[in-house]
């Protein structure tokens, strides 16, 4: 039996699969909406799950350091 991941639990994946993303990874990598995206991004950061940083340009993200990420292939 398999368990669904949530939208957040997926954001996760992707950040974990393309490291330094942008917004932009996600959404496309996704299909879901750039604020839909943003808010899931922001909480993974607050929560310590992946980091934030900005590359003069965008936001750049990357997994923290002992994060816990599924260990799927989306």
Same mark, same amino acid.
């Given at each position: ?7 957040? &639990?997926?954001?996760?994946? /992707? /950040? *974990? ?6 917004? +932009? &990874? ?12 943003? +808010?899931?991004? +922001? ?5 310590? %799950? #992946?980091? *934030?940083?900005?590359?003069? %340009?965008?936001?750049?993200? &990357? ?5 816990? #990420?599924? &260990? /799927?292939?989306?």
């Amino acid at each position: 039996m398999t368990k669904e991941l949530s939208q957040k &639990d997926q954001v996760a994946v /992707v /950040v *974990r699969h393309i490291p330094g993303c942008v917004l +932009r &990874d996600v959404c496309e990598a996704l299909d879901i909406a750039a604020g839909t995206a943003g +808010r899931f991004l +922001r909480a993974l950061t607050v929560s310590g %799950t #992946i980091t *934030r940083s900005h590359n003069g %340009t965008q936001y750049v993200y &990357d997994v923290a350091p002992g994060a816990v #990420i599924p &260990d /799927v292939t989306l």
